[in-house]
Structure formats: C-alpha cells, structure tokens
C-alpha cells in the first residue's frame, strides 16, 4: 500500500517550489530583472530592436533583401551593444543560477527515486541495477 498520494507529492512540490523562490540565485534574478526593467538605455536599446524588427519583417514580405540585410545588421549590433552591458550579463548570470539550480532539484529528485527503487527491491545501487535485474542476471548469485 502507498504511503503518499499523487496529491501529497504534489503539495508538498509546491512547498519546494515556495522554497526556491526564496533561495539567494532567485532573490538575486529578481533584482537583476528589476534593474533591467528600470535602466533607460536598455530599454531605449530594446524598443530600437523591436522597431527595427518590424521594418525587417516588412522587408522580407516585399522582398526588398538589400535593407532586410541593412535592418539585420543595425539589430545585431544593438544587440551586441546590449551584451556588453554588465546589468545584462548579470541578468544571464542570474539566470543560468536559477536554471543550475532547478536542473540540480531535479536531478536530485531523479537520482533519489531511482536509488530508493533499487534498494526497496534489493537491487544493486552501484550498478543501478533493481533485485529483478540483479537475479535475472547470468551468473548472478541469489541473495
């Protein structure tokens, strides 16, 4: 008989969620966006990219190719200008924490499931193998 619901384990996701959210790499991604949202010269950058954007897609529809090309190259540059600024760098910091983080939580969760598996049927941890496995295996010895 089962000790937890899919309920249960969704709850208590949820708690781990509400954990997370209050972690350091979060709070930090949260006043990294922040900060983004509020400097003047990211968004002047931004909303040039998004007009030269829609000049590009007009370009392309009337098949005028020599300023399509012209717009692309204005919108990588902005874009490389954008890069170099460290309030965006630390933004793709913070992002790739929290991302790092969420990778490592579910991997844990991952690995954990599985081991816990292996041991409650008397498998072999260390071959990642479960007790079916471990005796169905030529040669193996029964326990």
Do not use: W
């Not at 991604?29 to 509020?38: C, G």
């Amino acid at each position: 008989m089962s000790q937890y619901t899919k309920s249960d384990v969704i709850a208590r996701a949820k708690e781990l969620a509400k954990m997370i959210s209050e972690t350091e790499e979060v709070e930090f991604f949260k006043r990294a966006e922040a900060q983004l949202n509020e400097n003047q010269k990211v968004r002047e950058k931004i909303a040039s990219i998004k007009s030269l954007q829609k000049q590009a897609v007009n370009f392309q529809h009337y098949g005028k190719t020599e300023a399509l090309k012209q717009v692309e190259e204005k919108i990588d540059r902005i874009q490389a200008e954008l890069d170099e600024l460290p309030i965006i760098q630390q933004f793709q910091d913070s992002q790739v924490n929290v991302n790092d983080l969420l990778q490592l939580v579910a991997s844990t969760i991952s690995n954990t499931v599985t081991d816990e598996i292996i041991v409650a049927t008397d498998g072999d941890v260390l071959r990642g193998e479960t007790g079916s496995k471990v005796r169905n295996t030529p040669g193996a010895s029964c326990h």
